[in-house]
C-alpha cells in the first residue's frame, strides 16, 4: 500500500520516519542465478478510458482491485466511497461515505481483499472495514499505529503487518484480530529520532543524500505465506516469513531511479517552506500476482512511468514503459488471465485501461 493524494508530495513536522536494517540475518543477500536473466522490455502504445467523473461521478479514484469474479472495485479519495464495475465499465453499485459511523471513512488509504471480502483500509481511524461483494457491512476491526505512515496490508482474514518506523527498535509489527497477540521484526537501521530537524534533512537531501527519516517508509504485500517490504526511498526489497525471519534482500534497479533522484534533489534546493520537504518515492505501487510480482515506477520530471516485473526472488524479468502522455498512475491492478491492467490517476479523475504485451 501508499500514501493517500493528500499525504503524497509533503511531509510535515509532525512526520517521523526512520530507516531500516536487516543485521543478524545468515541469508540477506539473495545470489543472483548462474545463469544472467534477459530483461524484456515492451511498450503500452494505449491506454483506454475505462471510467471517469463524466460516467459514474468518480472524483479522485486513489485505489483498484480486481476481485475474484472479476468486477472492478474503485476507491473514491474525493468522496470516501467504494464503486464496483463490471469489466465493460458499467457501474454495478457503490457504497460507503464520508463520516465516522459504521461503513463510513476519513480516508480511505487502501483497498485489501481476501477471500471474497473487500476489506476498505481508513488509515484516520485506524480500522479495516470488511464488506461483502455487494457492499454489506460485515464488521470493522480496530487497531493501534504508533506510526506516522500507517502502512498495513492483510496476511489473512485474521492476520495483519504493520509499518512501525523504529518503534520499539523494530520495522514491522503483526497483529491477529482474534487473539490481540502481537509480535514485532525488522532491525531499524537508524535509532528512532527523537523529533524532527527538517533543516538538518533537507541540507542532506540537497547535498545528495538520503534522510533518515526517509529511509523507513514502506510499502507492503503479503502472498499469504509471507511478507514483502519495498522501501520506497532505497529501492530495496524484502522478504520476510511469517515468523518474522528475513529470508532475502535485494535492491531493485529499476529505470527511473536514478532521474527521480536528481528530480527530488533538485525540489529540494527550490523548495523555501520551512516546515516542508519533497518526498522521495521511487514507486508509486506495489503488488503480488501469483509467482510474480509488478512494481508501478514513480515517474520523472519529462520521462514516462513504468511497469516493472519481477520473479519472486526480486528479479527484473520485463519492463514495460507507459505511453508519454498519460497522466500520472497511483495505483495499479493487473488480470494475468489476459494481461489487462488498471490504472487510477486521481488528480485526472480517470481510471484506465491497457493490455501488457507479451
Known sequence: MKMTPSEYRYFFLALIIISVAFQGCNNQNEKSADKPITIQNFEIDTLKVFTS???????????????????????????????????????????????????????IRDILTIGEHISVYDSHQNRLVVFNYSGELLRSESFSSASMNKETTLINDSLYVIGIEGVSGSLLQVQNFKSDSVFNFGTPKAE?????????SKRQLKAGKVPNFFKNKVILNSDGTHIYAFFEALSELQK??????????????????????????????????ARSIPVLNYIADFLII?????????????????????????EIVAEYSMPENATYGYDIDINPEDNTAYFTSWSAGIVYKGILPE
Open 240 to 273: 520476510y516469513d511469517l515468523h518474522g525471519n528475513l529470508l532475502w534482500s535485494r535492491m531493485i534497479d529499476l529505470p527511473n531511479n536514478k532521474q527521480i533522484f536528481e528530480d527530488i534533489v533538485e525540489s529540494a534546493k527550490e523548495n523555501t517552506n
Open 290 to 314: 501469483e509467482d510474480n510480482m509488478f512494481i508501478l515506477t514513480a515517474r520523472p520530471s519529462g520521462g514516462s512511468q513504468y511497469i516493472v516485473k519481477l520473479n519472486k526472488q526480486g
Open 53 to 107: 467523473f463524466e460516467t459514474h461521478d468518480i472524483a479522485q479514484p486513489s485505489d483498484v482491485k480486481i476481485l475474484k469474479n472479476g468486477h472492478i472495485a474503485i476507491a473514491d479519495y474525493g468522496q470516501q466511497t467504494i464503486s464496483i464495475l463490471k469489466k465493460d465499465g458499467s457501474l454495478i453499485h457503490s457504497f460507503g461515505r464520508q463520516g465516522r459511523g459504521p461503513g463510513e471513512f476519513l480516508n
Open 192 to 200: 528512532k529520532e527523537q523529533g524532527l530537524d527538517l533543516k538538518k
